[in-house]
């Protein structure tokens, strides 16, 4: 028994240095989800409906978002984030972000079970 213990220490040891350690990333769910409700209000009131002619000959509808209010929109809903860029944007539209994101809350995404 007491011959066990060397190589148990050895194995635990090689154990341990193999074993790397990563740091821990915390997300913020709340914050992705807040983000996406202020997105999708911007998608609703500047997107514009549009179409495309897909491989296999069909048509498929989709809102499409790449203009310059829904860019603008969308930064808006980036507190962090400022709209710059040599294009004048609407100055409505970055407002309109900034209320959609104050407007959305990551409250409403929770989901409460009663038992």
């Known amino acids: 028994m007491r011959q066990l213990y060397p190589l148990v220490n050895l194995l635990l040891l090689e154990t341990t240095i193999a074993f790397t350690v990563l740091p821990y990333i915390q997300i913020d769910y709340a914050h992705y989800f807040h983000l996406a409700q202020c997105q999708a209000k911007c998608a609703e009131k500047y997107g ?13 509808d989709f809102l ?14 980036h507190q962090h984030r400022r709209a710059n860029g040599k294009a004048q944007k609407s100055k409505v539209a970055i407002i309109d972000g900034h209320r959609f994101w104050n407007e959305s809350s990551a409250e409403t995404g929770r989901s409460y079970y009663l038992f």
């Open 64 to 77: 499409n978002v790449r203009n310059a209010n829904c860019e603008a929109c969308d930064s808006g809903c």
């Open 48 to 60: 514009t409906p549009s179409s495309r002619q897909l491989l296999d000959g069909s048509a498929e």
